[in-house]
């Protein structure tokens, strides 16, 4: 890979990644508020969930980036970078995912933790294969 081609990788990945992670913010923070306005479990209770939420979709929408763009040449190999290492990247959080599994764990809800990993783990491959199979 030229300088010049680097360079404009780490910029689309960059952009992406940061539109990704605003993406992510932006539903968990307006879940939450949809759900408070609305009376409905909020606060940390729901944290985790509006975070499952997101990265599921960030995989559902890698598979159909993969399937569509995975092998591609020129401006589809900007366009992969932007979209699958970048915005879904910057939307997923398996980071955030573990500490909502602390924070679960913190209020002995042990069952629970584990069932969200796990429920966290399989639905996102799940999604990821339903998006490659849609796209293919």
């Known amino acids: 890979m030229s300088g010049g ?6 910029l689309v990945v960059g952009i992406g990644g940061g539109l990704g992670s605003i993406a992510r913010w932006g539903v968990q ?11 409905l479990e909020h606060g940390e209770r729901a944290t985790p969930w509006l975070t499952f939420v ?3 979709a960030a995989c559902f929408l890698l598979g159909l980036i993969v399937a569509r763009l995975g092998s591609a040449t020129g401006a589809g190999v900007v366009a992969y970078s932007l979209l699958g290492a970048g915005f879904c990247g910057g939307l997923s959080t398996l980071s955030t995912a573990a500490a909502d599994i602390v924070q679960i764990v913190r209020r002995g ?6 069932a969200y990993l796990m429920l966290t783990v399989g639905t996102g491959m799940g999604a990821l294969w339903v998006g490659l199979v849609l796209a293919s």
Request: hydrophobic share 60%; proline share 0%; net charge positive.
């Open 29 to 39: 923070r307006g879940g939450a508020h949809l759900l408070a306005t609305r009376g």
């Open 54 to 56: 997101v990265n599921v």
């Open 5 to 10: 081609m680097l360079v404009l990788a780490l």
């Open 109 to 114: 809800a042990y069952s629970i933790a584990l």
